[in-house]
């Protein structure tokens, strides 16, 4: 049988089932949080050795100027090689407390908003190390109706029960046993990743892979899929490829300008040019404009031509208890 240009999207109960799913990557927590509670530098990938105050002692290394100016080539090129054990594992326990340290600023982030965008249908899937995430999800927990969170680099926000299957958040106890928590692992840069070993990082990746296979909106938030992670980024389009929805579905990248001609080009071949969008502020897409209805809003225009009013965009809120207040009047019947 020909396969049919594209699908329509899910509807049931007047509900629309389908997700939107959140890729986010570095960009993202720079954007949210320059700098955390504590005024700790949030560093992009690339300098993470920088903000360690890592830079002269690796200089001292022989390393070239290009291993020296980007964490994730002067990682790849060490990993595994005898001679750099030490350093390996030093700079694995220096990036490890390094990101369990950082704390979000009490006010509300980008990522609490991120957050609150969403419902549980859909899902965040999270490259990002730091655990502004969790912190924010957790502190919107009471809220209720949350997207579903991915990690499949690992999280130092995560902590993992092996006997029970659970995952939860860090330095936790397990609710079934009762255990402490352990540490997730945290994937580093290099070359070649295993994302099918059987652990933690396979049903990460099962995970983001199964929602993006039904997604009828996808948006790359600070995401650039280096190509230290060129599996990741080729399991991410063949995933969304099943979806079968691209010529109607939205497809948003937020980052930055200087980066958009490479970007346009990095994902092309999964997105739809007519239903593209690219910015460098979140504040300019579907997610802000119409909190957790945000597909839906859409589908109602192009699909049944039936616009909605845009009465209830988010705008800046001096506290979380004004944010979660806002977002609980988007009703259920708005959703439907």
Not at 228 to 238: C, Q, V
Request: proline share 5%; net charge negative.
């Amino acid at each position: 049988m020909e396969k049919e240009p594209y699908r329509l999207p899910l509807i049931k109960d007047r509900r629309l089932q389908d997700p939107h799913v959140v890729i986010l990557g570095a960009g993202a927590s720079k954007a949210s949080c320059p700098r955390d509670k504590n005024g700790k530098e949030v560093p992009l990938l690339r300098d993470i050795h920088k903000a360690l105050g890592l830079y002269d002692e690796l200089k001292g290394y022989g390393f070239s100027d290009a291993e020296l100016d980007n964490f994730e080539m002067l990682f790849s090129n060490i990993n595994g090689k005898v001679e750099y054990a030490a350093l390996q594992r030093k700079l694995e326990t220096a990036v490890r407390e390094y990101f369990q340290e950082l704390r979000l600023p009490d006010k509300p982030t980008l990522y609490d908003y991120l957050i609150l965008s969403l419902t549980e249908k859909d899902a965040i899937v999270s490259f990002n190390w730091d655990p502004f995430l969790t912190q924010a999800y957790r502190r919107n927990i009471d809220v209720g109706n949350l997207p579903q969170l991915f990690f499949p680099h690992g999280n130092t926000g995560v902590g993992l029960c092996y006997s029970c299957h659970v995952k939860g958040y860090a330095n936790c106890l397990c609710p079934r046993c009762f255990s402490p928590l352990t540490d997730m692992k945290l994937l580093y840069p290099i070359g070649k990743k295993n994302y099918t070993d059987g652990d933690i990082i396979q049903n990460e990746w099962s995970g983001a892979r199964s929602y993006l296979n039904h997604a009828a909106g996808v948006t790359i938030f600070g995401y650039s899929a280096p190509e230290t992670d060129a599996e990741a980024y080729n399991l991410l389009k063949s995933s969304y490829k099943e979806s079968n929805i691209s010529p109607i579905a939205p497809f948003t990248i937020i980052n930055l300008r200087t980066n958009e001609d490479e970007q346009r080009k990095k994902w092309a071949e999964i997105y739809d040019r007519q239903m593209l969008k690219y910015t460098d502020d979140i504040r300019e897409t579907i997610l802000w404009q119409w909190p957790r209805v945000s597909l839906e809003t859409l589908f109602d225009a192009i699909l049944q031509q039936r616009p909605r009013d845009n009465q209830k965009s988010f705008r800046e809120f001096d506290s979380l208890e004004q944010l979660q207040g806002f977002i609980k009047t988007i009703t259920e019947f708005e959703m439907a």
